[in-house]
């Protein structure tokens, strides 16, 4: 069973930071690019952050220079730290990775999502 596990979330004031980190197990044999989305309320998902099994990353223009993306192959899991936050930055973040299972089927898989609050 393939699962992405998030963690890091949570209420931080603004201009403060956080680290999220998502832990990918169960039957991968590859994985290709990692990423980040967020979702606010009444607003559709969009991508935060995203990075390839080389290391090439992308950014949204709204999070550039304040956030950073990284990846631990060894350890199929994938970070983003979230510095300078601001109040629009609040969401539910969701981590997401482009899988080959090792009965060789790919996946497109997702994180529960994790709440960020950014909020004085």
């Known amino acids: 069973q393939v699962q992405l596990v998030e963690s890091g979330g949570g209420l931080v004031q603004p201009g403060g930071s956080l680290r999220l980190s998502c832990a990918a197990s169960?039957?991968?044999?590859?994985?290709?690019?990692m990423g980040w989305y967020r979702q606010a309320p009444g607003k559709q998902r969009e991508l935060v952050a995203a990075?390839?099994?080389?290391?090439?990353?992308n950014y949204a223009d709204s999070v550039k220079g304040r956030f950073t993306i990284s990846r631990d192959n060894a350890k199929n899991t994938v970070f983003l730290q979230m510095n300078s936050l601001k109040p629009e930055d609040t969401a539910v973040y969701y981590c997401?990775?482009?899988?080959?299972?090792?009965?060789?089927?790919?996946?497109?898989?997702w994180g529960q999502g994790t709440q960020v609050t950014v909020s004085s």
């Open positions: 169960g039957g991968i044999f590859s994985i290709s690019t």
């Open positions: 997401n990775a482009d899988l080959v299972l090792s009965g060789g089927r790919w996946l497109d898989g």
């Open positions: 990075i390839n099994s080389g290391g090439r990353t």
